[in-house]
């Protein structure tokens, strides 16, 4: 049964009793001096969620949050309730199943003197830790991980690397560059790199020119353009590990476009020439060439002709940008992904934009990018069946390629990749069609979706999860 469309709730009011495991469609009231000013919902690991309601109290003039965490399995757990005497946004967020610790990096916003609060929400023992960063400044990039986050601040040719796992352990590291590294690192700061969820598969990936990969430990920036590929290891919590490549692009004449995905310790490199797709590889430990491969030369005979025409052709107009990611299959196994998305309407992905975003603000933002989103045709991941070998994607115009871990073609296997790709618009639509509901947010596990909202029906906020 569909449990988004259960209607038989219990009733909590907010001032339950903290770490309650509440029963599935669960519904929480506040009190008549409690305004409700927004709510967050947010994955970790494609596992558990960690979901917020925020309320003003007007008797009191501060701010109340009720957290809560959803596990695994699609137990709600309600945790030590927050006050904060100014409005609250969320940086960050992570949790450690060693400690049972949620973490939460909140900042209050409109305090002149800025303060991030770090704050340790155990599941099991229902405590809680603080500590605060005074005088913090937005980060320059926030990358969140499933147990620790990195905030990043960037000054001209410095970055300094803030590492936080809890209220008690934070790691600040400093990188400088000088000299030929210099011109390498501004090269990959152009533009500010985009961060990639590497625990989340999304088909299209990221058409920005730079971006961040956390992998065995490191932070890893690339940058594409027609002529090189350069990237950037650093060890964050060592600041003796720094490490540059550049890889020059040689053999492809008339480059129209140019992608790049880093997948564990491989980059995968996609350029379009108007007529053929080159697919390279590099081992980014060695910095050898792994593979060098031409779609129309090697594999049109798997191919059907006119999608892999169309792929060609459109991926390489002005207004589209070619895309390329890698997903998980079994044994080692990778799917290589191809395809084409509109330069100008196109965003990658959901989960990161409204971290950053002030509590209250969240509904009206979420909103705008899913009205844009609904009007896109090529914004994923939409959810397509999965076929034996080198196929392309059904209703899509999308290529995809079978590999094994030392990128070799596998023939005439079935494969059931590891990590879903999810279709979060046929989901979010049952919630914006509802006019009757305001201050949606969710978040997505590989299983399950949960959603948060206010219900102007019931005048009160639910909690549900449903299947996906």
Do not use: C
């Not at 699609?74 to 904060?84: N, V």
């Not at 409005?87 to 409109?110: A, D, I, M, W, Y």
């Not at 700061?189 to 020119?209: D, H, L, Q, R």
């Not at 992998?215 to 720094?242: A, C, G, M, Q, V």
């Amino acid at each position: 049964m569909n449990r988004i469309f259960t209607y038989f709730f219990l009733l909590f009011i907010f001032i339950l009793q903290p770490s309650t495991i509440l029963a599935e469609g669960t519904i929480f009231k506040l009190e008549s001096h409690q305004k409700l000013t927004g709510t967050f919902s947010g994955d970790i690991d494609q596992e558990n969620s960690v979901h917020l309601m925020i309320f003003k109290d007007k008797d009191a003039g501060n701010y109340g949050i009720i957290p809560f965490f959803i596990n695994a399995q699609d137990e709600l757990i309600s945790l030590e309730h927050i006050q904060m005497e100014d409005e609250p946004s969320v940086v960050s967020f992570h949790f450690n199943p060693s400690t049972s610790n949620l973490t939460l990096l909140l900042k209050q916003g409109r305090r002149t003197d800025k303060q991030l609060e770090i704050i340790d929400l155990n599941i099991n023992s229902n405590t809680i830790s603080k500590s605060q960063i005074e005088d913090y400044e937005d980060a320059y990039l926030v990358i969140r991980e499933k147990n620790r986050s990195f905030l990043i601040i960037k000054e001209k040719d410095n970055l300094e690397i803030n590492t936080i796992f809890d209220s008690q352990r934070k790691i600040s590291e400093n990188f400088s560059f000088k000299g030929e590294n210099k011109s390498l690192f501004n090269r990959i700061f152009e533009t500010t790199p985009e961060t990639i969820n590497t625990n989340e598969y999304v088909k299209n990936g990221s058409i920005n020119p730079s971006k961040v990969y956390f992998y065995n430990d490191r932070l890893i920036f690339d940058h594409i353009s027609e002529e090189k590929y350069t990237t950037l290891s650093i060890n964050p919590e060592d600041n003796s590990h720094l490490a540059f490549s550049e890889f020059e692009l040689k053999g492809v004449n008339k480059v129209r476009d140019i992608n790049s995905f880093i997948f564990k310790s491989k980059a995968f490199l996609f350029i379009n020439n108007k007529e053929d797709i080159n697919l390279r590889s590099y081992d980014l430990e060695t910095g050898e060439m792994i593979k060098d491969l031409f779609l129309q030369q090697e594999f049109s005979h798997y191919f059907d002709s006119e999608i892999l025409e169309k792929l060609i052709k459109k991926s390489s107009r002005k207004a589209n940008r070619l895309t390329g990611t890698v997903n998980e299959g079994p044994e080692n196994s990778m799917v290589v992904t191809m395809d084409f998305v509109s330069a100008r309407n196109y965003f990658y992905h959901y989960n990161w934009w409204w971290h950053h975003q002030f509590l209250h603000q969240q509904m009206m933002w979420q909103n705008q990018m899913m009205q844009q989103h609904m009007q896109m045709n090529t914004f994923g991941p939409n959810p397509d069946s999965y076929m034996s070998e080198i196929f392309p994607a059904a209703n899509s115009q999308s290529v995809k390629l079978l590999i094994d871990k030392d990128l070799n073609v596998l023939a005439g296997k079935d494969v059931l990749t590891l990590r879903p790709e999810i279709d979060k618009e046929k989901h979010i639509e049952k919630f914006q069609n509802d006019r009757k509901v305001k201050n949606v947010t969710l978040a997505f596990t590989r299983r399950s979706g949960r959603a948060v909202y206010f219900s102007k029906e019931t005048d009160l906020i639910h909690v549900k999860t449903f299947d996906l």
